[in-house]
């Protein structure tokens, strides 16, 4: 299937427009100014931006008949991404295994100024097909999943949105199906790391229904965005607040499998509201010779608050613990679910002589209240170097790390079985992860990216199914390479 997926991907791209799809190169992931030096030219995440395609390696090879450049020069741009990830678990987890998975993303933008006339209007439709296993399903069994690839095998939608803007682009209004991991919560360095934690992070696709509307889903929403000056933005984004849905029945837990499609276009659900603000500083600052006088950075902050109603994970409506055996076995309900967290992502060395090449280092924190969720404090930081060796100078490699801590209730919940059973069993405290990758720019839209991750406490520390004495999962090693071609 993955070698279909690459061969679809060649044929759709003869189709794709040479230049009109990729942003600017000063354009960051998220959408906002670029200030991350060291943000690499591709990414799984959605949220990023790919800034070459192979087409400046083929030519004219690339559209033999001009359809491509008669769609371009109309406003029609169809794009796609076709990446595989080969990854490994040599060490820990529940087993010892290999898994391939691969992804195409199938992207079409309208700009309707152009094809109709309509100022400022813009569409876009985008798909993925998705092939293979994942790891952490397969075998590592963590929070923060392996590969931001990782989803069940489908062809699903992803996100199908009309926005206009308006005031000569200070004041941008997206209606349709959305993703929020898109535009919210985005540092621009963390997307050259492969684990999906470093784009929507662990405590959000853990604790908000069906992970929140984030790959693979998108969700019916409304997202405004205002910007009253070029470097300075605030948006906030009102969602369906289950993209998938909730269970039906005790063998419904899964929430891919309950929209296979991304088709589901849910309204009725409470709903899922997050904001953010962010300014990008010393984008500009030179002196008069050019030289850079501060290097840039992003300063991020926001939060959401979820309308639904969150089950206690310790205590049932009565007050009693869940292992008290006169429980009611109906957990005390808590109305709504928020989150708040703040971003700095900071260029902090630029090589001499060199706009394009340095060092770039980002921090990102976000906490949730304890008594309703799984996870209450989520922290991640790394750093990454485009044209770390003298002669690969469009070479990013990095550095990521991330800790996800289980909140008190969940503590507390397996303090009390212990007390009340008298069974000796792990007790969940906290996940982390360090992972280190190279991302490898053999031409324009062609890259090879090996990467390690070692994951502490997958789980949380959680016992390990596969084994009889019900021992934790022993900390897992990732040994693994992924290849990515853009159009």
């Known amino acids: 299937m993955l070698r279909a997926a690459v061969a679809t991907a060649v044929v759709i791209g003869c189709l794709t427009p040479a230049d009109g799809w990729t942003q600017a190169a000063n354009t960051g ?27 400046a390696t083929l030519g004219d090879a690339a559209d033999p008949t001009g359809l491509r450049r008669f ?28 898994t391939v998975l691969g992804r195409l993303d199938m992207q079409l933008d309208v700009d309707l100024d152009r094809l109709a006339g309509w100022k400022g209007l813009a569409f876009r439709a985008e798909a993925y097909q998705i092939n293979g296993a994942g790891l952490t ?16 095998p489908s062809t699903r939608l992803y996100e199908l949105w009309v926005e206009q803007q308006l005031f000569d682009g200070g004041l941008a209004i997206k209606v349709g199906q959305v993703a929020a991991d898109t535009e919210f919560l985005v540092s621009q360095t963390a997307t050259l790391f492969i684990n999906s934690t470093f784009g929507w992070p662990t405590i959000a696709g853990t604790n908000l229904p069906s992970g929140g509307p984030a790959y693979p889903f998108g969700a019916p929403a409304v997202r405004v965005k205002y910007l009253p000056s070029p470097n300075l933005s605030f948006q906030v984004g009102l969602f369906d607040g289950d993209p998938a849905g909730p269970a039906q029945t005790w063998n419904d837990s899964d929430p891919q499998r309950r929209d296979r499609t991304g088709t589901n276009f849910r309204l009725s659900d409470p709903p899922f509201l997050i904001a953010e ?31 639904g109603r969150f089950d206690s994970l310790r205590v049932d409506n009565t007050g009693r613990s869940f292992a008290d055996p006169s429980t009611t076995g109906i957990a005390r309900r808590f109305r709504g679910n928020d989150g708040i967290y703040g971003i700095i992502d900071q260029t902090v060395y630029r090589e001499p002589g060199k706009d394009d090449e340095g060092a770039s280092a980002f921090v990102r924190a976000v906490g949730s209240p304890g008594d309703r969720n799984l996870v209450d404090l989520y922290i991640d930081a790394g750093i990454g170097y485009r044209g770390l060796l003298p002669t690969r100078n469009n070479d990013t490699a990095g550095v990521a790390v991330s800790y996800a801590r289980i909140s008190p209730s969940a503590r507390g919940a397996d303090r009390d079985t212990i007390l009340e059973t008298g069974i000796a069993m792990p007790r969940r405290r906290f996940e982390a992860l360090i992972e280190a990758t190279y991302q490898a720019v053999l031409g324009p839209g062609v890259t090879v990216q090996p990467n390690l ?32 071609l853009t159009y």
Do not use: C, M
Request: net charge negative; aromatic share 6%; charged share 20%.
């Open 29 to 55: 992931a998220g959408g906002d100014p670029r200030t991350s030096v060291a943000q690499p030219e591709v990414s799984g995440k959605p949220s990023a931006v790919a800034t070459t395609s192979i087409h």
């Open 71 to 98: 769609l371009s020069d109309r406003g029609v741009v169809l794009s796609f991404n076709a990446i595989a990830d080969i990854l490994g678990d040599t060490n820990g987890g529940t087993r010892r295994t290999a």
């Open 137 to 152: 399903r397969a075998a590592v069994n963590d929070l923060a999943v392996v590969s931001e690839l990782e989803a069940l």
């Open 277 to 307: 603000a962010a300014y990008a500083y010393n984008v500009e600052e030179r002196d008069r010779s050019g030289r850079v006088l501060e290097e840039p950075g992003t300063v991020t902050v926001g939060g959401w608050h979820h309308f």
């Open 453 to 484: 991750q070692y994951v502490f406490h997958p789980g949380g520390n959680i016992p390990d199914p596969r084994d009889p004495t019900g021992q934790h999962i022993k900390n897992a090693t990732v040994v693994g390479i992924r290849a990515t």
